[in-house]
Every structure is written in structure tokens, then in C-alpha cells.
């Protein structure tokens, strides 16, 4: 695909999608969730981490509603089931982990394509909005389902209902993001959190994607059942002997992906 709303790049075990229309704040477009949903199933392709960015200054300001015309006819239902349930499910379902580095402002569905993500990096001028219901809407692009497993009930229905702005800074003492970054060290910070993951044991990750995510919906003895299963499998893998190995001979692992 020739991409025109996004750049993608891919180097040293990283992919790189980076929403590219600065001048209307990285609003999603159908043009542009299409894109990122092919990008992001090629990098988990040809990567072993893909990081979802902005440029300018904001990540993504959410559903662009530039054209008044086509928003006010717009079937909502539709445009979620077939354009944004497809990008959102290419980025958790992603065998790769998944970041966020968010260098700005994310609203509305920015900020819960965000949250989609396996882990969300911000910068600390950053901030996120539930904005929805002050245009009359809910959250949506998986802000229900993300938010109160992230903030709990208390926080996430205050952040839908009042729709206020919450700083990188709250985000990040409220267990919404993983950390909340100084603006000037914060493309270096994501950049070696992705290539630490870029250099580790893929498999692993993998199977801690499948585990975490589908721990909400398991009771104990389902969920250590899945666990065994699933660390079988690590066992097996030429990353786990060689994780032993470095252990006992006291190195850094170099691990293959497999």
C-alpha cells in the first residue's frame, strides 16, 4: 500500500508508524485509519516492536470533523464496525508488543488508539481527553472497554462524563499510561524502551500479550491453566536456553526472536 496519511519505517527490529497530517492535528480520516491498520500488520511483520507516533504537535486529535457536511450524515455504527474496529484489533492483536509514544495531544479516539496499545510512552506537555460528550457521544475506538481496566470505574467515568483534560503527568499516576516523560528526554526514552523490546525474547512477549489481555475474562484456575500452557511453550524456545545460559554464565542474553 503507498501510504499518504502515515509514514512507516522499519529499522533495527522497529517499526515505525508515524500519523502524518500535522496541520489538522493527526485527525483520524477513513484514508488514514486504513493505512495505519496496514501498517501496523506489516510491521508485525517485519519487526519485532511497532511503535504508533505523531508528528507536529499533537499524537491525534481523534475522528477528523473538518467536513461538517459528512460528519452531520454520518452513520457512526458503520464507521466503527468496518474502519476502526479493524485498525484497533490490527494493533491488539499485533504479535509484536505495541507502543504508543504519544509527543502531544491526544483526544477522543487519539487518545484510546493510544490506550490500545500494550504499552503508552508520553511526553510530559502531553495530555488526553475523553472528549466525546461534549459534541453529545460516548467513548468509543475501545475507551469503554480500555478505561476502567486501566483507571478504574471511579477515575474512567469522571474522565467520560466531565471530559476533561488529564495531563501525561495524572495519566501516569493513575495507572492509565506506563510513564510520562520530560519533554527533552522523551524521544530518547521511547526510542531505547523500543529497542529493548526490538532485542528481546519475541516469543515471550507474544505469549505475555495473550496472558495479560486475556486475564479480565478468565476466572484463577482458567487463567493458571492458560499460564502453564502457555510458559510450555516459552520452555521450548531457543530464547529461554539461551536466557539460562547467559544466567548461569553471568551475561547479557542475546536473544533470537525464537
Given at each position: 500500500m503507498?501510504?499518504?496519511?502515515?509514514?512507516?519505517d522499519?529499522?533495527?527490529?522497529?517499526?515505525?508508524?508515524?500519523?502524518?497530517r500535522?496541520?489538522?492535528?493527526?485527525?483520524?480520516?477513513?484514508?488514514?485509519?486504513?493505512?495505519?491498520?496496514?501498517?501496523?500488520?506489516?510491521?508485525?511483520?517485519?519487526?519485532?516492536?511497532?511503535?504508533?507516533?505523531?508528528?507536529?504537535?499533537?499524537?491525534?486529535?481523534?475522528?477528523?470533523?473538518?467536513?461538517?457536511?459528512?460528519?452531520?450524515n454520518?452513520?457512526?455504527?458503520?464507521v466503527?464496525r468496518d474502519?476502526?474496529?479493524?485498525?484497533?484489533?490490527a494493533?491488539?492483536?499485533?504479535p509484536?508488543?505495541?507502543?504508543?509514544?504519544?509527543?502531544?495531544?491526544?483526544?477522543?479516539a487519539g487518545?484510546?488508539?493510544?490506550?490500545?496499545?500494550?504499552?503508552v510512552?508520553?511526553?510530559?506537555?502531553?495530555?488526553?481527553?475523553?472528549?466525546?460528550?461534549?459534541?453529545?457521544?460516548?467513548?468509543?475506538?475501545?475507551?469503554?472497554?480500555?478505561?476502567?481496566?486501566?483507571?478504574?470505574?471511579?477515575k474512567?467515568?469522571?474522565?467520560?462524563?466531565?471530559?476533561?483534560?488529564?495531563?501525561?503527568?495524572?495519566?501516569?499516576?493513575?495507572?492509565?499510561?506506563?510513564?510520562?516523560?520530560?519533554?527533552?528526554?522523551?524521544?530518547?526514552?521511547?526510542?531505547?524502551?523500543?529497542?529493548?523490546?526490538?532485542?528481546?525474547?519475541?516469543?515471550?512477549?507474544?505469549?505475555?500479550?495473550?496472558?495479560?489481555?486475556g486475564?479480565?475474562?478468565?476466572?484463577?484456575?482458567?487463567?493458571?491453566?492458560?499460564?502453564a500452557?502457555?510458559?510450555?511453550?516459552?520452555?521450548?524456545?531457543?530464547?529461554?536456553?539461551?536466557g539460562?545460559?547467559?544466567?548461569?554464565?553471568?551475561?547479557p542474553?542475546?536473544?533470537?526472536?525464537r
Open positions: 503507498h501510504y499518504e496519511t502515515i509514514d512507516y522499519c529499522s533495527e527490529g522497529i517499526a515505525t508508524v508515524t500519523l502524518s500535522p496541520d489538522v492535528m493527526n485527525a483520524l480520516s477513513t484514508q488514514m485509519r486504513a493505512e495505519i491498520t496496514h501498517a501496523v500488520q506489516q510491521g508485525g511483520r517485519d519487526a519485532r516492536v511497532v511503535v504508533l507516533t505523531g508528528a507536529g504537535r499533537a499524537f491525534c486529535s481523534g475522528q477528523d470533523l473538518g467536513d461538517r457536511e459528512t460528519v452531520a454520518i452513520d457512526l455504527e458503520r466503527l474502519e476502526y474496529v479493524p485498525m484497533l484489533n494493533i491488539v492483536d499485533c509484536r508488543p505495541t507502543i504508543a509514544a504519544v509527543n502531544g495531544a491526544a483526544a477522543g487518545a484510546n488508539l493510544a490506550l490500545c496499545c500494550d504499552v510512552i508520553a511526553t510530559e506537555s502531553a495530555f488526553f481527553s475523553q472528549a466525546f460528550s461534549r459534541i453529545g457521544l460516548i467513548p468509543d475506538a475501545g475507551g469503554t472497554w480500555a478505561l476502567p481496566r486501566q483507571m478504574g470505574l471511579a474512567a467515568m469522571g474522565a467520560a462524563l466531565f471530559a476533561d483534560r488529564i495531563s501525561a503527568k495524572q495519566a501516569d499516576q493513575w495507572g492509565m499510561i506506563w510513564e510520562a516523560v520530560p519533554d527533552a528526554d522523551f524521544e530518547t526514552r521511547w526510542k531505547a524502551r523500543a529497542a529493548h523490546l526490538a532485542t528481546g525474547p519475541s516469543e515471550a512477549y507474544q505469549r505475555i500479550k495473550q496472558a495479560m489481555r486475564a479480565f475474562e478468565q476466572d484463577l484456575e482458567s487463567q493458571l491453566a492458560l499460564e500452557q502457555l510458559q510450555g511453550q516459552c520452555g521450548q524456545t531457543r530464547d529461554f536456553k539461551e539460562v545460559v547467559a544466567f548461569m554464565e553471568k551475561r542474553p542475546k536473544f533470537e526472536g
